[in-house]
C-alpha cells in the first residue's frame, strides 16, 4: 500500500479542510436556520432568460463555436462586452489586452497567487478579510500583515505604519489584498479618501494593489463610489477581479481580471496550464445575455430585493441582540459584521447555537489570517427568506444574552 503522504506536495499539505466547510454543513441541516453561507438568493436567478441564451448559444450558427476550446484570455465578443462594462465602472485606459476572462474570481486570486507568491513573500490583507482568498495566499506561501476595518474600510494609516516597518527591515511586499467596496466580511466600503491614499502609497512604496469587487453592483443605500482601478490612472498599481457570481449565478463560474498588460500576459500563461481555458459554453451565453439587455434590469431586481432583506436583519439585529453588540451597518453587499463581547467565543459555542438553538452563521475568526477575532459573526442576509431572517436574529440574540448571562 503507498503512502501518499511521502508522495504529496508541500504546498498541498498547506491546504487545511476548513473547521468553518465542517461548522456549515452542520448548519445546513432541516430545520436550521442558516444565516452562515454567502450565496445570492436562487429564487432570484434569470433561469428563463439564461435558458434563452444558452439555447442560442447551442443553435446551429453557435454549437460548433461554444462547444469548442476557446482562447485562453478569453471569448472575444465577451472580452468587447466586458471593456464596456469596465467604461461603466469608470476604467476608460485599457483595451482587450488588459483584460483576461477566468473561471470566476476565485481562480482569478489563486493565479495572482501562482504568478506573485514565493514562500515567505508579505502580503498584506484586511482584518477580517475573505476567507478563501486567505486559503490561496498560504497555500502559495505567503505571509501576512495586516491593516483592522471600520467604518470607512482598510485602515491607511496602519497600512502606511506597516510599509514604513517593513521598508525599515529591508523588506517589501508583493501585494495589497483590498474588497473595498461591501467588503467580505465587513460589509463596509472604503471611502473616497481612504481610496486616493491607497493608491499614493503604491505609487510611493511601490507595490501592486489587488482589488476584489464582487459586490460592488450591489448598493442599497449612499452613493457609489470609484473602484481603486478607476483611480489608478497610470493603469500601473491595480490589478481589478470582477465576477458575475453575485450579480447572475455563482454556477456560472464566470469573472475577469483587468490589469497590466505585463500582468495579465502572465497570468493568462498560468491559466493555460490550469484549464486551457474557461468553458466557451458559458462565456458565449453569458455575452448573449449582456448583448440582450438582460443584466442591469436583473441587478436592480436583486438589489431591490436584498435591500429589504439588509434593513430586516437590521431590524432585527436592533430588536433581538444584546445591546453591546457592535456592528457595522452596510450600504450593500451580502453580508452584516458582528462583534459581540470579548468572552463571547463564536466558534466554540458554534454547534450548541446549531444543536440548541437551530441557528447557524460563520465564527468570525476564520476570517482573520492572524487568527483572532474570537468575538465576532458573519451573517448573510441575501439567502434567508425575511421571516428566516427575523427568526434567526431572534434565536441568535437569545442564545447570546444566554452566553452573556453565564459570564455573570
Ligand atoms: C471577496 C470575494 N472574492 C472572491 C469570491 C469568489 O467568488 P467567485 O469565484 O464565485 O467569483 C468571493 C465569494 O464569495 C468573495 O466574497
Redesign the pocket.
Known amino acids: 500500500m503507498l503512502n501518499y503522504d511521502d508522495f504529496f506536495s508541500l504546498r498541498s499539505s498547506r491546504v487545511k479542510s476548513s473547521i468553518i466547510r465542517e461548522l456549515l454543513k452542520l448548519g445546513n441541516q432541516p430545520g436550521i436556520i442558516s444565516l452562515g453561507g454567502?450565496l445570492p438568493d436562487p429564487a432570484l436567478f434569470p433561469i428563463k432568460e439564461f435558458q434563452e441564451c444558452m439555447n442560442e448559444a447551442l443553435n446551429e450558427e453557435n454549437g460548433p463555436i461554444s462547444l469548442q476550446y476557446g482562447e485562453t484570455p478569453g471569448y472575444q465578443p465577451l472580452k468587447e462586452s466586458l471593456i464596456e462594462i469596465s467604461k461603466k465602472d469608470g476604467i476608460t485606459n485599457i483595451d482587450m489586452d488588459n483584460l483576461l476572462v477566468t473561471?470566476?474570481?476565485?481562480?482569478?486570486?489563486s493565479l495572482l497567487s501562482q504568478v506573485f507568491l514565493e514562500d515567505g513573500d508579505i502580503v498584506i490583507t484586511e482584518k477580517p478579510?475573505?476567507l478563501?482568498?486567505i486559503q490561496s495566499f498560504k497555500t502559495f506561501g505567503a505571509t501576512f500583515e495586516c491593516v483592522s476595518i471600520d467604518q470607512e474600510g482598510a485602515s491607511v494609516e496602519e497600512l502606511e505604519e506597516i510599509l514604513i516597518r517593513l521598508k525599515k527591515e529591508g523588506k517589501r511586499i508583493k501585494f495589497f489584498y483590498t474588497?473595498p467596496t461591501f467588503?467580505?466580511p465587513g460589509g463596509v466600503c472604503m471611502s473616497l479618501e481612504r481610496r486616493k491614499k491607497v493608491i499614493a502609497l503604491a505609487k510611493e512604496y511601490g507595490f501592486v494593489i489587488v482589488e476584489?469587487n464582487?459586490?460592488g453592483d450591489l448598493r442599497y443605500k449612499g452613493d457609489d463610489l470609484p473602484c481603486l482601478k478607476s483611480l489608478d490612472t497610470t493603469n500601473e498599481y491595480v490589478v481589478y477581479?470582477r465576477?458575475?457570481?453575485?450579480i447572475l449565478a455563482?454556477g456560472n463560474?464566470?469573472?475577469w481580471i483587468v490589469g497590466p498588460k505585463a500582468i495579465i500576459a502572465k497570468v493568462s500563461l498560468s491559466k493555460q496550464a490550469v484549464d486551457l481555458c474557461s468553458p466557451v459554453i458559458i462565456q458565449m451565453a453569458t455575452d448573449i445575455y449582456l448583448r440582450k439587455g438582460y443584466l442591469w434590469p436583473h441587478i436592480e431586481e436583486i438589489r431591490k430585493s436584498y435591500s429589504i432583506k439588509c434593513q430586516a436583519m437590521l431590524d432585527a439585529v436592533a430588536k433581538y441582540f444584546p445591546a453591546d453588540t457592535k456592528i457595522l451597518p452596510p450600504d450593500g453587499g451580502?453580508f452584516l459584521w458582528c462583534s459581540f463581547p470579548e468572552y463571547i467565543d463564536t466558534q466554540a459555542i458554534f454547534t450548541t447555537a446549531v444543536e440548541k438553538y437551530q441557528v447557524a452563521y460563520i465564527p468570525g475568526s476564520a476570517f482573520f489570517p492572524d487568527g483572532t477575532g474570537q468575538n465576532t459573526a458573519r451573517l448573510n442576509f441575501t439567502k434567508p427568506s425575511i421571516e428566516q431572517i427575523d427568526e434567526g436574529i431572534k434565536r441568535l440574540g437569545a442564545f447570546i444574552k444566554e452566553e452573556i448571562a453565564k459570564h455573570g
Open positions: 454567502g473561471t470566476a474570481s476565485q481562480q482569478g486570486i478579510t475573505y478563501s482568498a474588497i467588503q467580505n476584489d464582487p459586490y477581479l465576477t458575475f457570481s453575485k455563482p463560474r464566470l469573472g451580502m
